[in-house]
């Protein structure tokens, strides 16, 4: 609850509340409402919620989470994800995304990384396949969010394709790819199709 406010303030600068879309829950007007819903939803072990802090503010700008966790078939999701405006679009929102996956795979030792979103959701899903993972099907009518029909896009990442996916992540974040105006030099997904595994 130590991010409560700093988050709601910055999701609050979307001023189109966009950043809710395609999550089941906001937005949320005011601090008390947003308050609540971490109360009621991000204070347990599944879904495991971690909030996201800019590097160069040491403010909380995101909030994402691991869920469905199967320690006996070694499988786990990433979702809840919801980036602050201020985080879009920056190698911190990257970096994070690479600190979840990597902590799957190497710190707790799981064979498969599942993402899934809303069909609907194109930016979610060039995300995912960004990331390296790889698409694996379309659930129709899978669920029902807002008063809406959801189709859920299914994407993983397995323990055997992590090598590549992690020395893309760490060329991709190394300085030297980016220039002094902080554009990157190379893709992501450039250099993993570099380091032997296809571009999603």
Not at 20 to 49: I, M, V
Not at 50 to 61: E, R
Not at 147 to 175: K, Q, Y
Request: charge should be negative; proline fraction near 6%; include cysteine.
């Amino acid at each position: 609850m130590d991010h409560a406010a700093g988050l709601h303030a910055a999701f609050r600068a979307d001023p189109d509340d966009v950043v809710w879309d395609y999550l089941p829950y906001g937005p949320f007007d005011d601090l008390a409402a947003f308050e609540a819903f971490l109360r009621e939803t991000c204070l347990g072990d599944s879904p495991l919620f971690y909030a996201i802090i800019d590097p160069d503010t040491d403010g909380p700008v995101g909030m994402a989470s691991y869920l469905r966790p199967d320690p006996a078939n070694g499988v786990i999701e990433v979702g809840h994800i919801n980036f602050a405006p201020v985080l879009q679009r920056r190698p911190a929102a990257t970096e994070a995304m690479y600190l979840m996956m990597r902590q799957v795979f190497v710190t707790w030792g799981y064979r498969r990384y599942e993402w899934k979103c809303n069909h609907l959701n194109a930016r979610s899903r060039r995300a995912a396949g960004r990331l390296g993972f790889s698409h694996e099907g379309l659930f129709r009518q899978a669920a029902v969010v807002k008063g809406h029909n959801r189709d859920t896009s299914w994407f993983s990442i397995l323990d055997t394709e992590w090598p590549v996916v992690a020395a893309a992540f760490e060329a991709w974040l190394a300085p030297e790819n980016f220039d002094a105006d902080g554009r990157q030099r190379r893709g992501l997904a450039e250099i993993r199709k570099s380091l032997g595994s296809p571009t999603i």
